[in-house]
T-cell receptor, first 114, second 113 residues
Framework: DQQVKQNSPSLSVQEGRISILNCDYT??????FLWYKKYPAEGPTFLIS?????DKNEDGRFTVFLNKSAKHLSLHIVPSQPGDSAVYFC?????????????FGKGTKLSVKP | DGGITQSPKYLFRKEGQNVTLSCEQN?????MYWYRQDPGQGLRLIYY???????QKGDIAEGYSVSREKKESFPLTVTSAQKNPTAFYLC????????????FGSGTRLTVV
């Protein structure tokens, strides 16, 4: 059973507009969330994270929102740029949990068109 | 600069042969991981190791083997028992507080012909 779900396999956005990538989770014990960005034939790179004690974290053009009651987080990219075209993975973990590994979603492929 | 290195970038092997993928890190990380990426499947955990001389199976360990004799190294062997070995393989490492994020290598594309 998938604990972290990214229900949109792909998303297409015009350059300059907002990109919104969504992620849902089922395990209420998750308390730390991350977004990774991955280009083809490369390893994922860390983008932004959020702890469950917050509901928003910003880093430049990237903002992550967390809605704990809905078990939902989203990544906003404003404004979107062609270089943002990549696969974005949502990941979650339970800090202090016995296993402690990150659980990844299946990814959303973002295409930003000029 | 510290980092995590996977080699080779591309690897071709004949069906039925074992092949070993290299992963080395100089980040002084305790934990290391192997993932496999297939189209539409996301990142699937093969094996992970939290400390030298210890490792655990992930979600898709069948047909794979690993060793962790040194902190810096975590090689993955794809055996002939792996039914569908052609894939993109990613190695990662993290600190003891591993839940705060992983550092990934650049990956190895394995093609079995």
């Amino acid at each position: 059973d998938q604990q972290v779900k990214q229900n949109s396999p792909s998303l297409s956005v015009q350059e300059g507009r907002i990109s919104i990538l969504n992620c849902d989770y089922t395990n209420s014990m998750f308390d730390y969330f991350l977004w990774y960005k991955k280009y083809p034939a490369e390893g994922p790179t860390f983008l932004i994270s959020i702890s469950s004690i917050k509901d928003k974290n910003e880093d430049g053009r990237f903002t992550v929102f967390l809605n704990k009651s809905a078990k939902h987080l989203s990544l906003h990219i404003v404004p979107s740029q062609p270089g943002d075209s990549a696969v974005y993975f949502c990941a979650a973990s339970e800090v202090g949990g016995s296993q402690g590994n990150l659980i990844f979603g299946k990814g959303t492929k973002l295409s930003v068109k000029p | 600069d510290g980092g995590i290195t996977q080699s080779p970038k591309y690897l071709f092997r004949k069906e039925g042969q074992n092949v070993t993928l290299s992963c080395e890190q100089n980040l002084n990380h305790d934990a290391m991981y192997w993932y496999r990426q297939d189209p539409g499947q996301g990142l699937r955990l093969i094996y992970y190791s939290q400390i030298v001389n210890d490792f655990q199976k992930g979600d898709i360990a069948e047909g794979y083997s690993v060793s962790r004799e040194k902190k810096e190294s975590f090689p993955l062997t794809v055996t002939s028992a792996q039914k569908n070995p052609t894939a993109f393989y990613l190695c990662a490492s993290s600190t003891r507080d591993r839940v705060y994020g992983y550092t990934f290598g650049s990956g190895t594309r394995l093609t079995v012909v």
